[in-house]
């Protein structure tokens, strides 16, 4: 079952006089193939056609749902003995035929699609490089010791998701009896609950595997969308083909786009930066002459920045971390699926500091000043990373509040991530490949015309009425006494009538 076809043996290639046959042919848009493909139970059989099949255009529509509503295929058939080209369009239940060889629609996949991604530094320090290659095709990273291979897995230009408020609430004074039983009646697909239902653009899947060959599996979207408020990009990740994707929510900045994200990223890893947020932070929140507080205001904003950069390590209590998909919380796990045993950053890091060195009864408390401290140094870091790279200070304003709430959980996130880098999606080609399925049934006719005759019986059952008459003669003096009997698949007057008109005119003589 793998390998090239052209590899195949001889014994294993069914020639073109084969009686019979019902395989698969996978041609992609500007290509040709004439070898079908027969699965088998211990592998595959190849079959060879009278005939080749060119690709010129696939064609799929949608259903809003995204759904496909129709795939057909412009073909060219080319005879291999005449040289014949005849051009035909496939569709569902449309079959193509050709030398007794049906052409049937069966599916369609990734024709090999040409895509760009660009590695984003999203777990720590890093340099973006951007990486080519082909879906289905795979690619060699090297991280000094550590070696990873790059599979690209597919590419999907069309993602549909339901972005219909999931709110159950109602107002009281608004409620019609009437119509609420009315909306329920009808077909039996109907529901109450609308769904808004939006094309949020193409998404790459790919998966980093590593020197043991274990692979983890990511899949990214190529545009952010709006979800409570705020533009983010997901990037989700799942250890396992039976797990359901679990998404990082990363914001985009005002323009739209991951490199404030990424500059805060490396900024939080950088010990001089944060050194500078913490002494601006407190310079702008104590007042002048205070040099106590501070100090002090100082030495707590940076033990909170150490805590969530990573710098300084705690061993949590107890761990509380949760994952949905790209409609839930944001919130990553830990690469076996739970949350690790060492916060090695995040809020998980300050909560477990908390847990660890705070009494119970002032743990609100100290929580509710830390976080405000590390909210505040965080946004000046922010803006430091803006300063480095020659942009103008983000304004305090609450598109600017926006995106520090959601980069603050999304930073926490991150060290859940098992990857130093997310591949995004910057550009690709798409090219389309349509599954045949090829049949030749010479006994098809018979079939047919014993279904016909089959029919026939049918309804001969149903029309035709079927009788027996017996008549029973014996020995009577000079004579012979004569007996008669009908019998009828249905008991009806005419048979009775039918019946006496015979024995009237049969035994009266």
Known sequence: G???????????RLSTANPTFRGNLLVTEGTASSTAILTQPGGVLLQELPFSVELKKFIVEYYETGMPRLFASEIVIHDR???????????????????????YQSSFDDGGSRVKLKAVPINGPGKPFEVEGIIGGSTELSNGDQKLSLEFTSLRVINVENFAATGSGADVRKVDLRESIESRLGAAHKTVTEKTLRNVGPSVTYKLRDAAGQAV??????????????RVYLLGLRETPQDSFRYLRVPADENDSLDGFVRLRAALSDPALRAEAVRRYAAQSVEPGRADLEQALVASASRALALFSGAERVTPVA????????????????????APREASGGLQAVAAFLQANVPEAERERASDVLVRILNGTLFELLQLSREKAGLAPLARDEPAQRFMTQAVI?????FFYPAPMAFELTDFT???????????????????????????????????RERRLWVWLTPSGQGAQASMALSTNRK?????????QLKTQLLSR
């Open 2 to 12: 793998g390998g090239l076809i052209a590899d195949v043996p001889e014994q294993y």
């Open 81 to 103: 003995e005449t040289g014949e080209q005849k051009n035909a369009r496939v569709e569902v239940n449309h079959p193509a035929f050709h030398r007794g060889v049906a052409i």
């Open 217 to 230: 599996e990511y899949h990214n979207y190529m545009l952010p969308m709006e979800l409570d408020g705020q």
């Open 319 to 338: 761990d509380a971390v949760a994952a949905n998909g790209p409609n839930g919380a944001s919130a990553m796990k830990g690469a076996d699926g739970s």
């Open 410 to 414: 999304s930073l926490s996130d991150t």
């Open 430 to 464: 798409h090219v389309q490949a349509s599954v045949f399925q090829v049949a030749r049934a010479p006994g098809q006719t018979v079939v047919y015309l014993g279904c016909l005759l089959l029919i026939i019986g049918v309804f001969a059952m149903l029309y035709v």
């Open 492 to 500: 009806t007057l005419d048979a009775d009538r039918e019946f006496e």
